[in-house]
């Protein structure tokens, strides 16, 4: 009898994703809420790990799409170097770049102590990963 090997696939959106890719997505969803929710507190708001979470997010989703494409990555936070795997795949994500490289600064930046995010920066942080998601999930068909 002939062995027979698939993945397993998850329904998201307008086509079938692999589940490590949801998994991703998940994540990637998961942070982009803790980041406004860090953001918009009224109570103790933590502007740091708005930016955090902002940079997470967008890593998890560059993640989830080279997962998808089955392209290896390093384990790294540089959204910088992830974003030179998926050009050759998404070529109009280069527009990311500046974006990005904000991105990946705040979140190094202020993990430690030395620096705190200001409210302006993690305005700009989240508002940065709010318009680099939304490409991505058109991109990815997942809206």
């Not at 994540?27 to 809420?33: H, P």
């Not at 990005?100 to 989240?126: C, H, I, M, N, W």
Request: net charge positive.
């Amino acid at each position: 009898s002939e062995m027979v090997s698939f993945r397993k696939f998850s329904k998201k959106g307008s086509r079938y994703m692999k589940a490590s890719t949801c998994e991703w997505v998940d994540k990637a969803e998961a942070d982009f809420i803790s980041a406004g929710r860090e953001y918009r507190a009224r109570k103790s708001p933590n502007y740091d790990a708005a930016c955090f979470f902002a940079q997470q997010s967008i890593e998890k989703y560059f993640k989830a799409r080279l997962v998808e494409a089955e392209i290896s990555f390093p384990k790294t936070h540089d959204l910088d170097v992830l974003l030179d795997l998926l050009v050759p795949l998404e070529p109009l994500w280069e527009a990311f770049r500046s974006g990005v490289s904000d991105l990946t600064s705040f979140a190094v930046a202020f993990r430690y102590p030395g620096e705190s995010a200001t409210k302006e920066l993690a305005q700009l942080a989240v508002a940065s990963a709010k318009q680099i998601r939304e490409q991505i999930r058109r991109d990815m068909r997942l809206n």
